[in-house]
Nanobody, 122 residues
Framework: VQLQASGGGLVQAGDSLRLSCAAS????????VGWFRQVLGKTREFVAS????????YYADSMKGRATISRGNAKNTVYLRMNSLKPEDTAVYYC????????????????WGQGTQVTVSS
């Protein structure tokens, strides 16, 4: 499975953004999918994950109440909607698959996708 993240860009603080993660060469079903982010020189950190059914989600404390992860109707796309963006949300965002939303949260990953840059200006 190859993963392609998209939707990043330059936004202002307080704006919203929706990132997409599309699968090719396979399907997301029944895999769990997660989002991570990384700032240059820092470790990659967990943002959110969703189970294969879409019924279970996890969020990093920093994103609770500001982010929503969801699975698209086409099943091969997972979205991350982020609201009230802050400059500290600036990072490269990566999507990844794993066996469960919980395992993704603990960095047990099967496949990583390439990242998409999100820059939030103050």
């Amino acid at each position: 499975v190859q993963l392609q993240a998209s939707g990043g860009g330059l936004v202002q603080a307080g704006d919203s953004l929706r990132l997409s993660c599309a699968a090719s060469g396979g399907t997301f079903t029944p895999y769990a999918v997660g989002w991570f982010r990384q700032v240059l020189g820092k470790t990659r950190e967990f943002v959110a994950s969703i189970s294969g059914s879409g019924g279970t989600t996890y969020y990093a404390d920093s994103m609770k109440g500001r982010a929503t992860i969801s699975r698209g109707n086409a099943k091969n796309t997972v979205y991350l909607r982020m609201n009230s963006l802050k400059p500290e949300d600036t990072a490269v965002y990566y999507c990844a698959t794993g066996s469960s939303a919980s395992s993704i949260r603990t960095y047990i990953i099967d496949y990583w996708g390439q990242g998409t840059q999100v820059t939030v200006s103050s």
